[in-house]
C-alpha cells in the first residue's frame, strides 16, 4: 500500500473484513460463479488466451460494477490476465455479498462491494478502488470516472485508459467530452452492436420481465404494458412484452423512434394518456421524471411500477410519497403506495433497476453477460496493447473487437456460416457493374 | 369429531400444531393472499355472492391442492360460502406453510398441508382430510377421489360430487369412469374451454419459463427450446418460449398435433433426434418415460432438463441416476448429473412440476388461477345445488358456468364487447339464406 | 341423360360450349392444375389409391365448390376413383372458367361453373348439377343440400349422403337437422380439427391479408386492423396480421372468445369504438350486419372493409350506398364509396369473400387446400363404403379419417414424430398410480 | 432541346410517342397514382410546400427510378416544385407504361420508361435522360450517376448533386468515392434511419412475400423459408416470414449478423446445408452468386427461388440453365427448370427484384415509398439550398430532414407523443449527477 493510499479510502474494509462466516460466503459464491462458468464459453476462451499472454502484467485495474457471479467472471479473467484488480459496486442494491467474497479469497483481487451499504460507505468503496491507485478503470455508470477527475485528478497521468458499459454512463461521458472535461480515453463499450443488440436487447428485456413476474406472482397475458422510451431497452422490453401476449404501448419523446414502434405495431401515445390505460409501467429512458405526479393521479388500482432504465430517477417517488394515504410492503420487493381514494401503485423494488434490485433478480442472463464482459476483456487488452493510439475522450470500440468477440461465441455454440469467395468480395468492393 | 374420524388418520395435526412461530407464519400467509386478492377479480364477485347466498352451509370440503397464497383464495371462498373445508397439498413441494397456516387459522378451515412432507406424512394428511367425511371433494391430481375409493369407500354415499383440476387428474378419473370404477360425479374442470386456454397455455408457458429463468440465471434467446407434448400446456410453452426468441422444437406422438406444431413453424423431430440439438427440454406431456436413457445419451454438456407436466415422471431420474459418475446441487433447485465423458445435464427441481416446485417458483400467476378457481367454486355450488342431475362419472362444466366466469372477468378488466341483434340472433338460427 | 335430366336444369350448357376459345383456356385451365398438383401431395397419395381401388365406381357425384385449380383436384380425384362427376359452382365470382374448361374435358366430368353469371343463372347451374341425379353431394356453402330439399326432394331417397366445406354450411345444416329438416347424413368436413386449424386459421388468414395487399398495395405495418369475430378464421386473420406488425383489434359477440382475444395481447372492443379507430376492417364472423351505418359514419377517410367470412351480408352496403353521394372504382377491386363530408370508404371486392372475389385473389393456399380437400375425399369414400352407419343428419367426420389424413401430410413434408411405447399407451390408460 | 442533347440519346422517344392508346393508358395511370395519392401524406405535405416555394425553378431533375404509381408521385411533386424533371425506368421489368404515360403528360415532365425493354433500349433511355443535361440527379441504382462519369464527365460541373435511393447503389458509391471517382455530392437516401427501418424493413419484408404468395398460390405456414442476407432486407424478409408461421433459416456472411440472426431464434447456417432443407429461398444480400451450381443439386423438388436484393444475380441462373434438361413456364412468373432427376427447381420472376419484377407485384407498400420518398424529396431541397456546403462524394441525409419526415407522418398518422421537459433536456446535457 502506497502512502497516498493510506490517505485515501484504504479505511474502508474489503468484504471479507465484514462478513461473520466468510468461509461459507465464499463458497456460496464460488458456486454461484462455476454455474456462470460454465454458460460463459466467451470468457472462457478469452481468459485462455490471457491466462497464456499476461496482458495485464503489472497493471492496477479499478472497476465499479454490479458485483455478481457474472461479472465476477469479468473481474478473473482480467485478474488472470496479470492484473491486480480492485472492485466495488455501482449500485447499493446489485452486489451480491458471497461473490464479492469468493472474488476478494483471490490473491490478485480485493473486493469492496457490499449489499446494502448507505451513500457514505458507498463512496469510501468507490475511493477505498481509487486508493489502489488503477492504471485502467472499467465501469457501469461512470462511478469511478467521475470520482477520479472530480477527486483525484492527480491519478490521470497514470492510468491508460478506461471502458464503460452502459448507455447511461457513455451518455454522460460523452456529455463531459464535449465539455473537454474527460482526460483519459474511455471505451463506450455499451456502443457496440453486441452490446446493444444483445445485453439491452435480450438481456434487458427478459430479465426485467422475469423478474417482475417472480417478484409479483402477475401473468403478462392480456396485460396493458408501458414501456417508456424505444432505445435498445426499451424495444427489448416491449419485444419480450409483447411475446407473452401483453398489449404494448409505448411512450417516446423522439420522433423517428416513435414512427418506428408504431410501425411495429405497438400503440404510441404520451404517458399521460398512457397512465389512463396501463396496467404495468416500466421505464428504460436513461433520463429523469418519465412517471410523475400527474400520471399517479390517473392510473388505475393496482397498477406495477417499475424501472428497467437505470438510475432510480425515472419514477418520481417523491412526489408519490407526497400523494399517498399510506405505504407498505405488500410482498417482498413490491412496496404499496395507497392514494386518498384507494387506489394503491405497487412500486417494485423502489424504482431501482429491476433486473439487478429486486428481490428475486439476477440481473442479465449469463449468456448475455458473457457477450457484453467478453468486449469489455478484449477492450481492456486493447487499451493496454494501442493505448497511445487513443487520445483523451469516448472511442467507440474497434470493430474488429467486436466481431472478433462474434464470432467466438458462434464457434462456441456449433454455430456455422458462409464466407464471401474471392469474386464476391471484389463484387462488394467494385462499382462498375451494370444492370 | 367422529368415531370414524379418530380412526382415521385423524392423528396427523394441522400445519398449525406443526409450526414453530406459527403466528408469524400465519401474518406472513396472509399477506401473500391479500397481494393474491388484489388481483383476483373473479374470485372477490363470486366471494361475495357466496357471503349473501351462503350456498354451501352443513357442507364439508374435502381439498388436496398446492396450497399457497392463491389456492388459498379458492379455500377461503368456500369457506365463506358456508362450508367447513379441510386441506392438504397435492405435492410435497408445492406447499407454502405460511398460507396453510393462515388458512388454518381461519374458524372454519383446517390445513394439514406442509412443504417436503415424506410419503407417509403425505398420505397421512390426505386421510386426515378424508377423516373430516368431505361431502364434497376438490381434487388437483385426483388423490382424494383415489383414496376415497380405494380405502373408504363407505363414505361415497355421503358424497354429493366433486371437481378436479388438471388434465392428468380428469385423464385418470375418466379411464376409472371407463371402467365404471368412478362412484360420484366429477366435474372436469380442466377441460373447460376457460380453464385450458388460459390455465394451461398463459399460465404454464409464462410461469415455466419464469421460473427456470430465475432458477438458472440463463436466457431463452437463440436457445433451442424441446418442447415434448403439444397439447394446452406444450403450446403455451412453446410460444412463450418462441415469444422469448427461443428456437423451438417439437416433440409429439399425436399425428395432428405434430402437424398442427409443424404448420405454426416449429420443428418437429423424434425425440432421439432433439436429443441431439436441444439446449432446454420441457416436458408436458402428462405421460411417462418421455426422456429417457437414450435420450440422455446424446445430450450436450450443459444442457436443462424439467418438467412442465403433472407427476415427476417423464424424466426417467433412474436411468440418469444410472448413466451418472456424479450427482451434485450446481444450483439451488439445479441438479447436475455428470456423465462418464464430462457431459453435464442440469435437471431442474428434480423433474418435479417446474413452476410450482422450484425453488424460485410461484405456481402460476394469480390472474390465471382467478379464473381457474372461479369456475372450481361456480362448480361446486352447481354440484350442490343441482347434484341430482349428474350421474355418477365424469363430467364436462356446463357450458353457461364457463361463460358466467369469462362474463365477470371481462367487467373486471374493464373490456366491452358487442351482443348480438335479434336480426344476427334469428340469421345464426336460421338456414334458408341464399347466396 | 334421363328423362327428368331433361325436365331439370339440363337445358343450361355446360362452360365447354360457353367459351369462345375452349381448347386455350383449357390448355390454361391445365397448366394452373399442374402446379397446384405439384403441392398437393395428399390428394395425390389419396388418388393414386383411389384409382386402384375405383371406390366410386356407378356413383354420381354432385358437387358445387369454388371452381378453381385447387377444387379442380378434388374433382378429378373423385372423377378418377370411377364417379361421374357434375360441378358448379358456389359464387359467382370464384370461378375460373379456363380451369371449369379443363375440368369438363375430362370425360367423366361435367362442369358448369362460370365465373360472373347473374342469379339465374347462378341458380340454373346449380340444377343442371342436380339434373344428374347425384347419389353423393359435395358442398361449400350447402347450395346443392338446400336445393334438393326444396326443390327435388324426390332425389333424396338415390342420394347416399353428403359433404360440406365451410363452417357457415354446416350452421345452416344443423340448424336445418334441429328441425328435423335433413334428411340424408352429410359430413361436417368443416368441424374436423384438420380442416378448422389449416384451411380456416392458416388458408383464410395468409391468404386475405395477400389479397388485401395486392389489390391495394397497401401495408399493414402499424395499421389499426379491426378483425370483426374471433373465431378460427378471426384467429387466423388477427394472427397474421399481427405477424405483418399490425397493431390487431378484435371484435366479438362471446365472452370468451372476447376475453381470449384479450389474454392474447389483442385490443378488444365493440364495433362502435372500433369504427372510430380501425384502418382496416375484416369481417370473419359468418353473420349478417355485422359493420351497418352507425359504424360507417364514425369511419376515418381513406379505410378499408373487407370480409373474409363467407356471404357478402357482413358488411351492410345497402346502408353504405344510401349514406354515399358518390361511388366509383378507386382500383380494380376496390369502390370508394365517398361520404357528404368527403370521407372515402373502400369496399374490397364488393364485400364478398375477399381471398377468392379480389381481382388478385387465388383463394386458399395449395398446401391449405390439400388438407382440406385430402379430408373431402376420404369421407366421400366413407360415405359409400360406411353409409348404411349414418343416419340423416350432420355427422362429424369419424377421428380416424382426419389422423389418416395428417400421417399422410406429414409423410408427404418428411416430418418425423414419436409413438407411443406400450409402457406409455398403457400408462395413458391406467387411473392407479400415485404422486 | 440543346445541341448536345440532339447528339446524345434524343433520338429514343418519350413514352407517349411509344404507345398505341396512349390516353388510355394516361388515365389507367392516373387513376393508379390518384390512389397511391390518397395514401402518401407525407408527400402530400411536402408537395404542398413546394408548390408555394417553387424550390427548383430553373432545375432540371434526372430520375432513374421504378417508375409505377407511387414513385410518381415524387417525380410530380419535384416537377412541381419548379423543375423540369426527365424519367426513366431502372429495371426493365418495373416499368408501368400507364404510370409512365401519365407522368409524360405533365408538362414540366419527360417521361421514357418502358416496360420489357431491352439491354439497347435500356440505356438509350437512360442517356435520353442525360440528355435534357439534368442539374440534379435521382437515382435507384445509380444508373445515371454511373453513366454521366463514365460517358458524359463534361455534364459534371452543371450539377449541384444527386439523391440514391439503394443499399446496392450507395454500396457502389461508396466504393467510387473511396476511388475518388465520384465527382458531385450524392445523399446516401438508403442509409437514413427513416428508410432504412420503414422501407427496408417493412417495405421489402411484407411486398415480396405477398408477392410472391400470389403470384404461387403457395402458403408460408410450416415452410423452410431460407433468408440469404440478414441486413435490413432480410431482417424484414424473416420477420414477416416468420409472422406467416414459416421456420425461418438465415444464411450469413458476417459473424454479427449471423450470430444477431441466432439470437432472434432463427437457425443460421451455410447455404450448403440450408439448400438441403428449404423449401422457399429468398436473397437479400445485395452480393452476386449467392445460390450456385452446388446449392441448386441439393434442392428438393418443388422449392421456389426468389431474390428481394437488387440484381438480378444473386442466384446465379446460368448454372441452373445449364444444370437443367428442361425448361418452361410453370405458371405466369415461375419458371420451372427440370433437373435430369426429376426435380423441378422454381424461379420467381427471372430471378429479378421479386416483388417488382413478378407478375403479380406492386412493388414497396404505398405507406412505406411516402416515407422513403418524402425524404428524397427533402433532399433534393437540401442539396439546391445548401449544394456548396456539400464536398463532391456520397452524404448522409442529415438528420433534421429525416426527423422532419418522421414528424410530418406521425401527425398524419394522428400519432402524439411526449416531449422533453427542461429540465429533462438539461439532465440529458449534464454528466454531474451520482448515484
Not at 418519465?290 to 399517479?296: C, D, P
Request: hydrophobic letters at 40%.
Amino acid at each position: 500500500m502506497t502512502e497516498s493510499e493510506a490517505e485515501r479510502g484504504s479505511a474502508y474494509p474489503p468484504i471479507s473484513e465484514q462478513l461473520d462466516d466468510v468461509e461459507a460466503a465464499r463458497e456460496e459464491g464460488r458456486r454461484k460463479m462455476d454455474w456462470a462458468a460454465q454458460h460463459m464459453p466467451i470468457l472462457e476462451a478469452v481468459r485462455e488466451e490471457f491466462v497464456d499472454d499476461q496482458p495485464f502484467e503489472g497493471e492496477r485495474i479499478g472497476m465499479a460494477m454490479h458485483v455478481e457471479a457474472k461479472t465476477a467472471m469479468l473481474v478473473e479473467t482480467l485478474a488472470e490476465g496479470g492484473a491486480e484488480v480492485a472492485v466495488t459496486g455501482c449500485n447499493p442494491l446489485s452486489t451480491h455479498d458471497d461473490v464479492s467474497a469468493a472474488l476478494d479469497a483471490h490473491e490478485s483481487i480485493t473486493s469492496y462491494a457490499k449489499r446494502g451499504v448507505d451513500d457514505e460507505e458507498y463512496y469510501d468503496a468507490i475511493e477505498a478502488v481509487i486508493a489502489h491507485e488503477p492504471t485502467i478503470t472499467v465501469d457501469d455508470g461512470m462511478d469511478l470516472v467521475a470520482a477520479i477527475h472530480e477527486d483525484y485528478p492527480e491519478l490521470i497521468d497514470g492510468i491508460v485508459g478506461g471502458a464503460e458499459e452502459t448507455t447511461t454512463g457513455v451518455h454522460r461521458l460523452r456529455a463531459m467530452d464535449d465539455d473537454d472535461a474527460l482526460e483519459y480515453p474511455v471505451f463506450a463499450v455499451n456502443d457496440t452492436p453486441m452490446k446493444r443488440l444483445f445485453d439491452n436487447v435480450h438481456g434487458t428485456g427478459e430479465s426485467s420481465l422475469a423478474s417482475i413476474a417472480m417478484t409479483t406472482n402477475l401473468s403478462w397475458a392480456g396485460k396493458n404494458v408501458v414501456v417508456a422510451g424505444f432505445g435498445y431497452c426499451g424495444k427489448g422490453v416491449a419485444k419480450k412484452a409483447a411475446g407473452q401476449n401483453a398489449n404494448v404501448i409505448v411512450t417516446e419523446v423522439e420522433p423517428r423512434r416513435a414512427l418506428e414502434a408504431h410501425m411495429e405495431g405497438y400503440e404510441v401515445m404520451p404517458m399521460d394518456e398512457a397512465a389512463e390505460v396501463g396496467d404495468v409501467f416500466l421505464t428504460t429512458t436513461g433520463n429523469r421524471d418519465v412517471i410523475v405526479e400527474e400520471h399517479f393521479e390517473k392510473m388505475d388500482d393496482g397498477v406495477l411500477l417499475a424501472n428497467a432504465g437505470h438510475f432510480d430517477i425515472e419514477i418520481d417517488l417523491d412526489a408519490l410519497e407526497d400523494l399517498a394515504v399510506d405505504r407498505y410492503e405488500a410482498r417482498d420487493g413490491v412496496e404499496a403506495y395507497e392514494m386518498e381514494d384507494g387506489r394503491r401503485l405497487n412500486v417494485i423494488a423502489e424504482g431501482r433497476l429491476v433486473n439487478l434490485a429486486a428481490p428475486i433478480s439476477l440481473g442479465h442472463p449469463v449468456e448475455v453477460m458473457d457477450q457484453s464482459f467478453g468486449i469489455q476483456a478484449v477492450c481492456v487488452r486493447e487499451m493496454l496493447e494501442n493505448g497511445d493510439e487513443y487520445e483523451p475522450g469516448v472511442h467507440e470500440v474497434p470493430d474488429e473487437l467486436d466481431r472478433e468477440i462474434a464470432e467466438i461465441k458462434l464457434e462456441a455454440e456449433g454455430v456455422e456460416y458462409d464466407s464471401l469467395t474471392d469474386t464476391q468480395r471484389e463484387y462488394m468492393d467494385s462499382w462498375d457493374h451494370g444492370t
